[in-house]
């Protein structure tokens, strides 16, 4: 994205989120060709932790579709200037998932969630004047990191739910 952080509300933040919401259905058109199926809209699913996660899309056969819309930066005119060019892309120069990219842990948690094998990440690019490129990336199911989310959110949850249950009403300021 823009380099601006989670939450930011920065204008680069705010056009690359138009960026991806203007081009999410083309994205899911051109991944169905691609899959030669169909593509159900968002539904909503509870992973193991009951938990609700949301894909853009799920396949006929039940696997996650996660969406990504970059928004091209200068000089960047294809999905491979942009891996190329960028750091911790979606997918890597062999064109496979890249694990250290969190939409590969946001995959993860919605194969979970469908109790599919495997999910699709799918990168979009379109440069709003015409250049369009689809890259449909198969993601397989990871247990071992699925486990891990699970447990960094299980834990991240018994820790708030300490601090809520606390009674400030009873402490002295």
């Keep these: ?21 203007k081009h999410e259905k083309n994205a899911l058109k051109a991944a169905s060709e691609e899959l030669q199926m169909k593509i159900r809209p968002k539904q909503r699913y509870k992973d193991s932790n009951n938990k609700i996660v949301i894909p853009d899309g799920v396949t006929e056969d039940g696997s996650p579709v996660e969406v990504k819309c970059p928004r091209p930066r200068d000089g960047e005119s294809s999905l ?5 060019k960028r750091k911790n892309f979606y997918f890597n120069s062999d064109g496979d998932v890249n694990k250290k990219n969190p939409a590969y842990d946001q995959v993860q948690k919605q194969i979970d969630a469908t109790g599919a ?12 004047e015409g250049t369009e490129e689809t890259k449909v990336v198969p993601v397989l199911r990871d247990q071992d990191r699925i486990n891990q989310l699970l447990e960094r959110e299980k834990d991240k949850d018994d820790l708030v ?13």
Excluded: C, T, W
């Design 1 to 21: 994205m823009s380099g601006a952080g989670p939450g930011s509300n920065s204008p680069n933040m705010r056009k690359d989120i138009e960026h991806g919401r």
């Design 80 to 84: 491979s200037d942009m891996a190329e």
């Design 117 to 128: 094998d495997e999910g699709y990440l799918v990168v979009y690019y379109n440069d709003d």
């Design 161 to 173: 739910s300490q601090f809520s249950s606390l009674n400030v009403a009873d402490k002295k300021y």
